[in-house]
Antibody
Framework: QVQLVQSGAEVKKPGASVKVSCKAS????????MHWVQQAPGQGPQWMGA????????SYAQKFKGRVTMTRDTSTRTVHMELSSLRYEDAAVYYC?????????WGQGTLVTVSS | DVVMTQSPLSLPVPLGQSASISCRSS???????????LNWFHQRPGQSPRRLIY???NRDSGVPDRFSGSGSGTDFTLKISRVEAEDLGVFYC?????????FGPGTKVDIK
């Protein structure tokens, strides 16, 4: 059974960084890219970037370039997304997700609150 | 970057009736490999999105045949026949032909 389990909710101050983790079970870790998607309150999903868990190569959306870093740990089948220099508008639910011809898999989402 | 638009943005539908959602892209979604990578997702309140349709018209495993996708180039449609209560939520189209992937703004379906 494929599952993506994300780390818990975070509360951060403006200017701080947040690191969200996503642990994969099953056999998808090296099959598909792992994507990160931001969903602000009441808004649609926005693609942030992706990492190839096999080789570690990354691709980031222009909006987040310079502030986002995606890494992976193959030994624990975990990918991480770190967003720095947090702004109030970064308050959102962050999802890890993987999709391909055999289906799509999503984490449960991690709520990040930005508050002074 | 490709821009995705959807219409309508809100769609009240009586139970048992059909519904149709339009999705348009700012450029053709035909990939150089000949495939068209247009997906449809459904998101219920408080839940993660779930893919219904991939490559325009292919239903994911477990998706009822009430859902069908069609279209080509820049114009695509998701049809729901016999809307059920479990269909409420927001439907998003998403293209993965061109990098970066892009979602549409969403169509909120509620039960009339």
């Amino acid at each position: 059974q494929v599952q993506l389990v994300q780390s818990g909710a975070e509360v951060k101050k403006p200017g701080a960084s947040v690191k969200v983790s996503c642990k994969a079970s099953g056999n998808i870790f090296t099959s598909y890219y792992m994507h990160w998607v931001q969903q602000a309150p009441g808004q649609g999903p926005q693609w942030m970037g992706a990492i190839d868990p096999s080789g570690g190569s990354t691709s980031y959306a222009q909006k987040f370039k310079g502030r986002v870093t995606m890494t992976r740990d193959t030994s624990t089948r975990t990918v991480h997304m770190e967003l720095s220099s947090l702004r109030y508008e970064d308050a959102a639910v962050y999802y890890c997700a993987s999709w391909g011809s055999t289906g799509d898999y999503w984490g449960q989402g991690t709520l990040v609150t930005v508050s002074s | 970057d490709v821009v995705m638009t959807q219409s309508p943005l809100s769609l009240p539908v009586p139970l048992g009736q059909s519904a149709s959602i339009s999705c348009r892209s700012s450029q053709s979604l035909v990939h150089s490999d000949g495939h068209t990578y247009l997906n449809w997702f459904h998101q219920r309140p408080g839940q993660s999105p779930r893919r219904l349709i991939y490559k325009v018209s292919n239903r994911d495993s477990g998706v009822p045949d009430r859902f069908s996708g069609s279209g080509s180039g820049t114009d695509f449609t998701l049809k729901i026949s016999r809307v059920e209560a479990e269909d409420l939520g927001v439907f998003y189209c998403m293209q993965v032909t061109h990098w970066p992937p892009a979602f549409g703004p969403g169509t909120k379906v509620d039960i009339k």
